[in-house]
């Protein structure tokens, strides 16, 4: 099959979904396809239907109302697996496009065949093409992954993949699960697989990998240059442990040097910089400043000889442009006098659909408090300032009513607070290193939780002292970890609201475990 197109295959919603605390609501998931849509990436794995029902709603639910993308649902090589893979991608199926997927994985490496799978080789390929055969009863675009492919023997995946293409797979996915690889023998072995697979061109080679050694993206992209024609990766890199290969920088790679790869995607790389911002707040990962296309300095020249030459000429030291990838398009959106026809157009815009007008009315009386606090608000203020309104899912136990926080230099910090628990207002104070770690005790002192601060971060949602601080919070409790945010003016009250979110998450009992595999 000749193609020239690489096909964006975007696991946000599900490998991205297995970093700690990132599990997200289905209406976080809606958002987040919304706008993969509209970056235009070709397949979007919208989760693990058979992790937990609440995965098997969200991906039934993103299958209903994507369209321009194809909707896919990983599922172990088990009956039970696909079937509801296949079940959750039905929506997608009733659309003209037809564009569900199902993605269907087992271990090819020895080690997790004889120590985890516990069966032979005979009975991985038999279960393989099963697999297979039960998914195509669902959609004829059927994709076999097999795990911990970097660690497989080369024979071995050469059989199973003939025999998967024979039962009727349309994709091939070879994942390094680990992250073991690297770029030179990662190449070579799409490139030995491509050669001695029967059949080889009748389907996409796809490559997934995890970034271990740093080298995710170096390792995909040297798997394109090897004949890959699908590249599996997430927003903002994020996936289990160290990660997935990152979307932005695979696509800007084969962009900017469409000299080496001689090749294309159908991405709109000015979404890129609000897909990340998106894919940041709602998971609470933040990114890094350094980090490559969406950290806050990738473009910020400080050297002075830097700046005097991008002065005279843009190319001496840049070889993107930063509005190509979707910086400064944060739109000043609404201000003050902005009514409520126009708050629920621009959310529309957003992709935001609210779940009801109670919910509407709260995000813009929400947004009313904002605007009198902040003279100019952004499309990134409005997500985080409704993010509180997705959480139907969430449990409402806790809630902050008032919080009074004495911070003075030479003074131990002292916070007083009065929370609703569950409906009953209570009151408490406590003293802190600090008028955040006093707020957080205060609150320990009416909520008795036993959890685990694990981590708290702030940043600012947009630029200047005005800004709103966005708050994340990962708390544990018993094997549960969660992520809480929050995002205020005063970063004691966002941290106040981060932390009870959190709180409100533990509480929530829909709220799925980490589907780790
Ligand atoms: O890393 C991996 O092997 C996976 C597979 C399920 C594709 O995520
Ligand atoms: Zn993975």
Known sequence: MKQDQVIIFDTTLRDGEQSP????????????????????????????????????????????????STVCSLARASENDVRRAGEAITPAMQHAEKNGRIHTF???????????????????????????????????DVEFSAEDAVRSEMDFLVRIFDAVI???????????????????????????????????????????????????????????????RQVECTINGLGERAGNASLE??????????????????????????????VSTITGYPVQPNKAIVGANAFAHESGIHQDGVLKHRETYEIMRAEDVGWN??????????????????????GIELSSEDALNTAFASFKTLADKKSEIFDEDLHALVSDEFVSETSDHFKLVFLQVASQTGEVPHAVITLSDDGVEK????????????????????ANSGVELQLYSVNNVTKGTDAQGEVTVRLSKG?????????????????ANAYLNGLNKLYTKSEKLNPQL
């Open 249 to 278: 920088e695979v696509v800007m790679a084969i962009k900017t040097r469409q000299d080496y790869f001689n090749l294309t995607t159908r991405i709109d790389a000015t979404q890129i910089v609000p897909a990340s911002k998106l």
């Open 21 to 68: 605390g990132a599990a997200m609501t289905k209406e976080e998931k809606i958002r987040i396809a919304r706008q993969l849509e509209k970056l235009g990436v070709n397949v979007i794995e919208a989760g693990f239907a058979a992790a937990s029902p609440g995965d098997f709603d969200a991906i039934q639910a993103v299958a209903g109302l994507i369209t321009k």
């Open 106 to 140: 087992i271990a090819t490496s020895k080690i997790h065949m004889e120590n985890k799978l516990r069966m032979t080789e005979d009975q991985v390929v038999e279960r393989a093409v099963q697999a297979v055969k039960w998914a195509l009863e669902y959609t004829p």
């Open 166 to 228: 024979e039962a009727g797979a349309t994709t091939i996915n070879v994942p390094d699960t680990v992250g073991y690889s690297i770029p030179e023998p990662w190449g070579e072995r799409m490139a030995t697989l491509i050669k001695r697979v029967k059949n080889a061109d009748k389907v996409v080679w796809s490559t997934h990998c995890h970034n271990d050694l740093g080298m995710a993206v170096a390792n995909s992209l040297s798997a394109v240059a090897n004949g890959a």
């Open 329 to 350: 398009a944060n739109k000043l959106t609404l201000g003050k006098l902005s009514g409520r026809s126009a708050f629920r157009s621009r959310l529309k815009e957003l």
């Open 427 to 446: 009151k408490a104070e406590a003293d802190g290193g600090g008028p955040v770690d006093a707020t957080f005790k205060a609150i320990e002192n009416i």
């Open 479 to 495: 094997g549960r970890i969660v992520n809480g945010q929050g995002a205020d003016t005063d970063i004691v009250v966002a941290s």
